[in-house]
């Protein structure tokens, strides 16, 4: 019942909201951010654990004051997704600005193909519809499969209608990973998700001064085909959505294959790092991410 309560929600989100006039529809998400925000639920109290990760020398009050901002964030992020699927190919070109995509375009022209790896900021949906219209390179990615199916079967139709190729994370005949590495070495692009993986699979690195776990999958298939590797990442300004392509991480040539996608996904950690302390209500982390979250303490003798 949960399930179909949950599918029935997003399938009036849009269906619905979509129709709203835009000034109502921000006017609504924001309300609802604040009373999230409000309430402080499990969700707003580890988003401000996380911020205070972020910056260590914060008081109770400017925590508070990040985290309320950050979930008006969040939830225009949900707002905009809802209303993507209506948006002209001009809108979305003129919504997007993007730094430094020269270096996406010179891998792509060179027929290297190119990973784009983003942190969990700002609107990563609509840097994706950018990517895929006005910058000219439809992409594969992947998605972790959602209950019930027929809510997974939304976002990837939704996704799917904005120019991406989207590949189930499980419970496929296709190898996910073969297939990103074909598309690789066909000279195409792959964007994925890659600041949090809990998994066993998991790379550890560290992040803000602490260990936490991501994935391996950006580094790894960047070595297995050759493709340039990018991280990116995204912030809010205004009424636009600014994005950063940063500089190609390389390996390093030292070390086994595993220890140079070690230091790769680190470097990639460390990219980041600075972009969320710079841009840290835009990072939509509700989650446990730090390994010390995760890890039962020992009570004390």
Known sequence: MKERLVDAAYAAGWAGLKHLPEPVARGLF???ADQAWRRRGKGVRQLEANLAR???????????ELSRAGMRSYLRYWMESFRLPTWSRERIAGAVTVKNIEELNAAMAAGRGAVLALPHMANWDLAGAWI??????????????????????RFVAYRESLGMEVLAL????????????????????????????????GLR?????????????????????????????????????????????RPSGEGTRQEQTAAMTQAMADVWAVAIREHSVDWHMLQ???LADLTPRREAP
């Not at 439809?138 to 209950?147: C, Y």
């Not at 005949?173 to 699979?201: H, M, N, P, W």
Request: net charge neutral.
């Open 170 to 201: 499980t419970g496929s005949d296709v190898s996910v990973i073969g297939t990103l590495a074909r598309r690789l070495r066909e000279g195409k692009l792959v964007c994925l998700v890659g600041d949090r993986d809990l998994s066993a699979a």
């Open 288 to 290: 446990k991410l730090w």
């Open 30 to 32: 924001q309300a609802l």
């Open 132 to 153: 895929a219209s006005a910058g000219g390179f439809p992409f594969t990615t992947v998605a972790e499969r959602l209950k019930p199916e027929s809510l997974f079967d």
């Open 54 to 64: 972020v910056h260590p020398d914060a008081d109770a009050a400017r925590l508070r």
């Open 205 to 249: 690195v560290d992040f803000f001064g602490e260990p936490t776990r991501m994935p391996a999958g950006p580094a790894a298939l960047a070595q297995r085909t050759g493709a340039a590797l990018f991280p990116v990442s995204l912030w809010y300004d205004g009424a636009v959505l600014r994005a950063e392509v940063h500089p190609e991480v």
